[in-house]
């Protein structure tokens, strides 16, 4: 199946994937407040002009632990289409601040005297990653498209893939991707890795780094991603 952007059956639905949704949620005097985030890829992204109905599947920026408030914020963004993935402190430090910034971001961008290895941060991405899998697995139908961005949900395509053997998934990687030579540093870390090979469109910001990607690809390492 090709990837295509446009189609003439409206019902079908884009979803975009990302750490962030483009709508941040906060409390003030107990009260929901909904703002929309500042950044490139959301300003980017929500200019996007498709003939699919356009969702987006993410964190809302807010840590609540109660049910109603989940109901709640559920219920607002929905009615934009964004469906939020809430995550707890203990997730957003482990695989956010500790997986996806101090172990791909410096890995990535070759600064292995900053890279941090922890197993629990292994353990959160990978739990995290799952989370989303099953946001997405609630709401996606037959010839929908999904667009995943960035390395912070980078283990979805195989996840996604085992579901849907047919999804027609892309892969948007917004950093360097770093050459064979790096891998070895973190071998003991992904030991039970899924794939992001199971995507059918790839994209990375500059056309050097698919020497990498391939590279990677073609001797299996980029299993652990």
Known sequence: MSW????????????????????????????????WS??????????????????????????????????????????INFHPVFLSETQIKNYYEGYSNSTIWPLCHYFFVYTLYR???????????????DAICRVIHPGDKVWIQDYQPMLLPGMLRKVYPNLNIGYFHHIPFPFLWTFPDITGTCRNPERIIGCWLYSLPYLWLYAAFYQCCQTGTAYWL
């Open 4 to 35: 295509h952007i446009s189609c003439v059956n409206s019902y079908m639905k884009f979803y975009i994937i990302s750490n962030r949704l483009p709508v941040k949620v906060t409390k003030e005097d107990e009260t929901f407040v909904f703002s």
């Open 119 to 133: 197993n629990s941060f292994w353990q959160s991405y990978q739990e995290v990653n799952q989370l989303f899998c």
């Open 38 to 79: 500042e950044g490139g890829l959301a300003t980017g992204l929500d200019s996007l002009q498709i003939s699919y109905e356009k969702h987006w599947i993410g964190w809302p920026g807010i840590c609540v632990d109660n049910e109603e408030s989940k109901k709640e914020i559920t219920s607002r963004l929905e009615g």
